[in-house]
């Protein structure tokens, strides 16, 4: 490593980068497409704006046998919000979509739209609109008969389901296959299909099972700024099921974020993302380094110290909802993006270690720090700087209020 | 180019080579060809070698009103016990593809099971239940409801319930395995969009178990055409079915053109249902994904 010069990634520049590239990339879209918006408009007014409608999960419980599956549950949707379940497989959020849809019957709780006591009424008989992943649509109908199906079992006139399945169908960015079968499109198109079919009858909520599941990462970006473009133009209520962050991320006004049948936070992306109340959120939503200390002493408000095993000590912020007192034992999760590597030094007092590993992904390098205690530590730099060469000794640096100490058992 | 030559010939000329494909073809086209269609073709061409080449035997045919009584019977069975395996058979595969897999595989194999016994023994089996003095009629007798027992064996109806309880697995696997093939989230979709449970059924499930259902239909249908046993036994004497009529014709009367001219007809008008449906489910394989 060359003497006196300093390695560093500015812990502002590398922050929240989900957050950034979100609101970057929707400009990008929306500035590229003027006139599909234009086009869109008509369709836009005959389908009308569908105030979606507000939505109540109180303690919600569902068992299957002895599993339990969602171990109450209580959420609320305000009127046209893009809610995010957010989870690893087997979280319980498909099951939780599953009771608001009425194919699963609840074994504890109520569910409530608008007020109204929606728990045992059957699914037809409630006005959502769904999107499953596998996009489910009736392979022996056109295009034209599948967005018009629900309009058709509200009885609707002839003419008037076909208007509007067309102008759905507009929405959606397809028209001209309207006389199609289904399995005669690709993947995203019959996903836009099945999206035409949940929005033309004005669901009161609408409920999507990892839509974008089963499409390669191009087209389900692109179509994750398209549902939320229209999502936000009919003022739908959406509750968005999915274990990909980067979707929950970019999509959801809120995020909740479920482990084990529960909701263990919920806000809006930037506040799960900043201040993330437990190791699980830290850990799930975007890249954590977990340190593990114990507190040597506490400072004003939430300002501590951290001892590790080996003796070294590090300030961090003392975080979740657990009392805190000195000589507790935690665990100080980091974010790659806010550590700061600087050359080794005597008088250092925080963490330092060894690089043993720099992966470069193209917007950023990824170094792996062996702590002297063992401990694996993330650092991430962005492009441009230099990365570190392997086996370096470096001392770990960051701000305090970017290194948030949790309560673990001892 | 290359793509266009491989689609030409068949699939297994394509992996295994034509010679392969040749070798492991041969044994049964000779089998078969020796030892069927040499024999059924000389029987078949029997029906015009009366004394030289003729079609004598088949103008014979028409002018018997009997033979065209005898087709017009057959066919009616054919058609009455497809319709009612239709409507027994529909409901009870619907119920087996909504069962859990235990209770779907007890059906099954209860289904299944009359299949591994003899047609012979079950058609006996019957006649015990349908005679003058058999167990339907002892109890209908006994318990006072009738008088007098109730003609059903040597009937049609005896028939019937026969073939219609021979033919029904027949009918209910097709189905059944047509409707486990539809995708859970269909019949979901539908009623989570606005479907009643009936709308689900007449909109979604039906439509796609046609497939199904048009196989059943055709395989008992063309069972039913040529079956022997079972009308032999419990139709008795005064009910001949065509089948029945050929063997008459052939074992009794040793009249062989006419027997061979029957068979040829009921093979020929057989053959253009099958082809008429079969047209019909290509268009279902269309509609399936």
Redesign the interface.
Known sequence: MPDGQVLMSDPGAGGRPTGASFLSAEGAAAGARPGVQTAGREALEQLGHQRGSQIRIEGLVKHFGDVRAVAGVSLGLEAGEFLALLGPSGSGKTTILMCL???ERATGGRIFIDDEDVTTT???K?????V?Q?Y?L???MSVLDNVA??LR??RRPRAEREALARAALELVRLPGVAER???QLSGGQQQRVALA??IV?RPRLLLMDEPLGALDKKLRESLQLEIKQLQRQLGTTVLYVTHDQHEALTMADRIAVMHEGAVQQVGPPQQLYEEPANTFVADFLGETSFVDGVVADLGASAACRVATAGGRRFAATLAGPDVVRAGDPVRVAIRPERVVLRPSSADHDGLAGRVIEAVYDGASTLHLIESAEGQIIRARLPAGVPPVPLGDRVDLVWEPSSARAYRRER | MAAAQAGRGSRSARVYGPSLTAVCLAPMTVLLGVLFYLPVGAFLARSFLVDGFSTDVYADLASRPIFLLIFLRTFRTGIIVTLVALVLAYPLAYAMARARPIVAGVATAIVLLPLWTSVLVRSYAWTVLLDDRGVINDILVGSGLLHAPLRILYTETAVWIGMVHILLPLMVLPIYSALRAI?T??P??????????R?VLR??VL??SLPGVFAGVVIVFISALGFFVTPAILGGPKTLMISTLITQQATSLLDWPVASAIALVLLVITMAIVMAVGRSLSIERL???
């Open positions: 849809a009425g194919f059957p699914p037809d409630r006005d959502i609109g769904m499953f596998r489910a009736f392979p022996h199906f629900p079992m509200r079968r289904p399995h079919r949940a009858f | 995708p989230d269909l979901q979709a539908a009623s989570g969009l606005g479907a009643s449970p709308a909109h979604v439509p796609l509609l399936s994904i």
